[in-house]
């Protein structure tokens, strides 16, 4: 079973991310700044795929987050 | 979902009433039909009420547009379908979910842990991440069934839930791909190449390999990265 990792994965990723636009914001090596782009770029994507899919099953997504016995609201606060 | 981000105060209480609502709305609906039904007869009958102010029925807050079907649930058209145990259940249900989310959460004593100080990097891996996956819930869940807990009635929705498989071979297939087309050798690739190979590749797959003729360059099923194993195993040889 799975399903209950979906929003932690999503949070890890976007987290992930921030963490590495933040350390490479101030680069000027051309490959840092390549580096940023695409990890803006793929900001972007994950981002719409999570816009995408909450709506559709989105409560089922938070539901099987809450009913994880070891997270259950934590994640949310 | 209607989760309001700018009421930070009370965010985490959003989710617990919005959870609380979907357990009710989509496990116990008909139960919520004879609640009403029950509620508009004892208004016909000018006796006071005084056993709702829990039903969460009366609530503005409406996270799937209930409100459009009202009358559905407003009529009394669905008494027989239950029973008085079934509608015990439900209460029950409501306040076990309740109860668990408002007790602390389970230890987390069995997650795989590992020892930053300790660099053993030849320990097995999968048996690094089979520790961290040993976190079943399912098993948690049933044995609170089992053990007949007071979570036991919400062990069913949970059951419900945590059947849906959310990843599929197409997502993984796709994964696989991106190895397939940028090998471990590669590195100067520009980007608009990487565009270009992907959108001949796909559009050979998609088109039962139409393109794969002679060239072995156009060949999906040969793939660079297993020409890269194929020449390593040859040198080592």
């Known amino acids: 079973m799975t399903l209950h990792h979906i929003i932690t994965v999503y949070n890890d990723m976007f987290n992930h991310m921030d963490g590495v636009m933040q350390a490479l914001a101030k680069k ?13 770029l793929a900001q972007q994507k994950i981002s719409k795929y999570y816009a995408e899919v909450t709506p559709t099953m989105g409560m089922r997504l938070f539901s099987a987050h809450i009913l994880d016995p070891f997270q259950k609201l934590r994640s949310f606060r | 979902m209607d989760i309001n981000p700018e009421d930070e105060i009370s965010y985490t209480t959003q989710y617990q009433e919005t959870f609380l609502k979907y357990v009710e709305n989509e496990y116990y609906a ?9 509620l508009e007869t004892v208004l016909s009958s000018n006796l006071v009420f005084c056993a709702t102010a829990s039903g969460s029925y009366q609530s503005s807050f409406d996270p799937y547009d209930l409100s459009s079907n009202d009358n559905e649930y407003l009529t009394p ?12 259940r439900a209460a029950g249900v409501m306040t ?34 089979s520790t961290f996956w040993i976190l079943d819930i399912s098993d948690s869940w049933r044995q609170q069934e089992e053990m007949q807990s007071k979570y036991a009635d919400l062990s069913n929705v949970a059951r419900n839930i945590f059947s849906i498989i959310p990843h ?9 791909f991106g190895r ?3 090998g471990w050798r590669q590195s100067k690739t520009t980007g608009e190449t990487l565009r270009e190979k992907v959108v001949v ?12 003729g002679t060239d072995p360059e156009l ?12 020449k390593e195993t040859e040198e080592r040889k």
């Open chain 1, 28 to 40: 000027k090596t051309q490959s840092k700044e390549d580096l940023f782009f695409a990890v803006k």
């Open chain 2, 30 to 38: 008909n139960d919520r039909r004879v609640l009403i039904n029950e």
């Open chain 2, 180 to 182: 397939d087309v940028i």
């Open chain 2, 96 to 129: 076990a979910t309740r109860l668990n989310l408002n007790s602390p959460t389970e230890a987390t004593k069995n997650w795989g842990h590992i020892d930053p100080n300790l660099n053993d990097y030849h320990s097995d891996p999968m048996e690094i991440s």
């Open chain 2, 201 to 212: 590749r796909q559009f050979a797959r998609a088109n039962n390999l139409i393109l794969a």
């Open chain 2, 168 to 176: 599929g071979v197409g997502v993984e297939a796709s994964f696989s």
């Open chain 2, 219 to 230: 060949d999906a099923t040969n793939t660079e990265n297993d020409s890269e194993m194929k």
């Open chain 2, 77 to 88: 058209n669905n008494v027989a379908e239950t029973t008085p145990g079934r509608r015990d």
